[in-house]
């Protein structure tokens, strides 16, 4: 079983900064997928962003160009660099990890996009 520790959290101003981590423990050989979605207040879940083992990346088209996601495998950590954040961006954001096909999440970090 894998566990997700997230952090990097926290207030930030339009078009400011934040990177959020994801460090994976336990059973984590198996990972095909880690990902990010996040949860806007009142809304659904939502993909943010994913990577694939082989390191392919696939984004939600409101952060496309403003977000990357990086995997450190040595470090067992994802990334979410998170540039020109707007109120929109304000969300619970989860860390996601897919091993065959069962879903584990973190506890989630708050992200809050305010002057």
């Known amino acids: 079983q894998v566990q997700l520790v997230e952090s990097g959290g926290g207030l930030v101003q339009p078009e400011g900064s934040l990177r959020l981590s994801c460090a994976a423990s336990g059973s984590i050989s198996s990972i095909n997928t880690m990902g990010w979605y996040r949860q806007p207040p009142r809304k659904q879940r939502e993909l943010v962003a994913r990577?694939?083992?082989?390191?392919?990346?696939n984004y939600a088209d409101s952060v496309k160009g403003r977000f990357t996601i990086s995997r450190d495998n040595a470090k067992n950590t994802v990334y979410l660099q998170m540039n020109s954040l707007k109120p929109e961006d304000t969300a619970v954001y989860y860390c996601n990890a897919v091993q065959a096909g069962l879903n584990t999440w973190g506890q989630g970090t708050q992200v809050t996009v305010s002057s």
């Open positions: 990577i694939f083992s082989g390191g392919t990346t």
